[in-house]
């Protein structure tokens, strides 16, 4: 028996739905072998807020690993007349049992394979329930996959990706110009660089079967996400990289005996900010200020949701990155249409670990 399992990392509102479907389909697709499954996201009620790093899973346990010999052979067939698996369900009690567990965990013990919705997550992030920045890659298996849906070189993206001493494969496939579900695109690529999770052929009729009358044009696209996908091999680290806001271990948090009596919520300082909830992963965008069109009237830092910008006019009303969520108001207010919203990775060179 083996456990296989999938990380899907997207934001909060925009791509929820999209990592439920991506879910849901590798656990449909495993049912079509005849193998159990599981699906969930990593805060299951999801207060969602625009731009939070969110997390979700999909849990496979199967006798042996789906074959990449075979799902060569079934990519050259016309995906219309690729017909669905046989299903054998021999083993299904035993995987059940073995799967039963991993239902009781709040995350997965390790996963083969990390799909990115958003290619500036490459980063790190800090998802809902967890105080610190995890790395994207923090539990992918050793000799496992990324798959990135960006239109940038695997290289441009590994800039980002905090050093570890994990070998793995860092995948890109631009999903946002092959369909509007972007997940199709990501499964594709995962299946040539990940094989062995589900088969190709098992995912191209769950494909085809969810939906109906698109069927064949969206299983079309995992094909052509599978030729088409460009992927490197990293190496691993010499050594593993100290992260800047690592979560604290559970020794490190107070004792029963050191906590305040009652439920004390410790409000940020007097024009300040929260020492312990930093918001720096929720950003895809920052803003950036033209000094030559400021007329510092103060409007950015006025409407600023997060009380990020400094109120200074001599320093152009400064933002705070580790609290800045990129949420384009100050670029929407000001008249002079002095501040501009840019991608974070084309600032190369600056690290969160």
Known sequence: MAIFAVEFDGRGVTQTALMRAASEIICSAAD?????????ERYDDAPDRV??????????SRTVPSSYERDLED????????SPPTPDYSNYQVCYDELAPEAMLYEPRAVDAVLVLDDTLVKGEEPWAYIGVQPIHEKLKDGGAIIVNSKR????????IHPTTKRYKLAVIDADSMDKIIILPLIG????????????????????????AEGVKKAQVIKDAYNKVRWIEVPPAKQPIQIKRKMRLFEEFPKWHEMPEGIVVYAPPVNGSNPHFKTDTFRTYRPITDPNKCNKDGLCWLYCPD??????PETLFAVNLEYCKGCGVCAEVCPTKAIKMVNELDFRGEKIW
């Open 189 to 212: 690529a995962m299946l040539r660089v990940a094989p062995g999770i589900v088969s190709y052929r098992a995912v191209i009729a769950t494909v085809k079967e969810r939906y109906k």
């Open 51 to 60: 731009g939070v790093p969110i997390k979700g899973f999909s849990i496979i």
């Open 32 to 40: 079509k072998e005849g193998f159990p499954s599981l699906g969930y």
């Open 153 to 160: 070189d695997p290289e441009y993206l590994l800039e980002f």
């Open 75 to 82: 990519v050259a067939i016309d995906v219309e007349k690729l």
């Open 307 to 312: 009380s990020a910008r400094s109120p200074d």
